[in-house]
T-cell receptor
Framework: SQKIEQNSEALNIQEGKTATLTCNYTNYSPAYLQWYRQDPGRGPVFLLLIRENEKEKRKERLKVTFDTTLKQSLFHITASQPADSATYLCALLSGGYQKVTFGTGTKLQVIP | DTGVSQNPRHKITKRGQNVTFRCDPISEHNRLYWYRQTLGQGPEFLTYFQNEAQLEKSRLLSDRFSAERPKGSFSTLEIQRTEQGDSAMYLC?????????FGSGTRLTVV
């Protein structure tokens, strides 16, 4: 069956360090992979999209990699700040309807 | 346009009652999605509209759930004969391609 796995344990890191979150998937051939941020009681906010033929995408302090051989994406936040504390969701998009399937998310806590 | 708007933000209802939620998407987006999210889980896909056509419906959606998008603008999600297991955050998102823009959701509590 199709599965999207993100580390369910919270990730605690010191302010200023680089946070790295992992997304692994099985039985998918996604055309795109997306990352979202979600704060408590709010809807997810779109951060980055990477296509299957792209290896890496950057946006300000964010970097995403996409390895279709390993079936894995890594999401990096450099120079992390307490304001980056949130849950980060990985999402895969496949099929003709642009339907996105989400992982369970990883909670990031940046400690001042 | 200020993004995707969902109403109400919170709804408490008694088991067995019907509830209806509304979503107003970003006006130029032709795709609209409904998701359900419970605590500690990612959003689960419920249904998808392209303009006014409902193109896909999840097997999670029992016949007590129905969604409409008349005229391809706002959408409504109705749950009939609510059950306690329906308690969740109901999220609406719209897209014109690329990433989704989500609303803040409607939190439903069935007591």
């Amino acid at each position: 069956s199709q599965k999207i796995e993100q580390n369910s344990e919270a990730l605690n890191i010191q302010e200023g360090k680089t946070a790295t979150l992992t997304c692994n998937y099985t039985n998918y051939s996604p055309a795109y992979l997306q990352w979202y941020r979600q704060d408590p009681g709010r809807g997810p906010v779109f951060l980055l999209l990477i296509r299957e033929n792209e290896k890496e995408k950057r946006k300000e302090r964010l970097k995403v990699t996409f390895d279709t051989t390993l079936k894995q994406s890594l999401f990096h936040i450099t120079a992390s700040q307490p304001a980056d504390s949130a849950t980060y969701l990985c999402a895969l998009l496949s099929g003709g309807y642009q339907k996105v399937t989400f992982g369970t998310g990883t909670k990031l806590q940046v400690i001042p | 346009d200020t993004g995707v708007s969902q109403n109400p933000r919170h709804k408490i209802t008694k088991r067995g009652q019907n509830v209806t939620f509304r979503c107003d998407p970003i006006s130029e987006h032709n795709r609209l999605y409904w998701y359900r999210q419970t605590l500690g889980q990612g959003p689960e896909f419920l249904t998808y509209f392209q303009n006014e056509a409902q193109l896909e419906k999840s097997r999670l959606l029992s016949d007590r759930f129905s969604a409409e998008r008349p005229k391809g603008s706002f959408s409504t999600l109705e749950i009939q004969r609510t059950e306690q297991g329906d308690s969740a955050m109901y999220l609406c998102a719209s897209s014109g391609g690329g990433g989704y823009t989500f609303g803040s959701g409607t939190r439903l509590t069935v007591v």
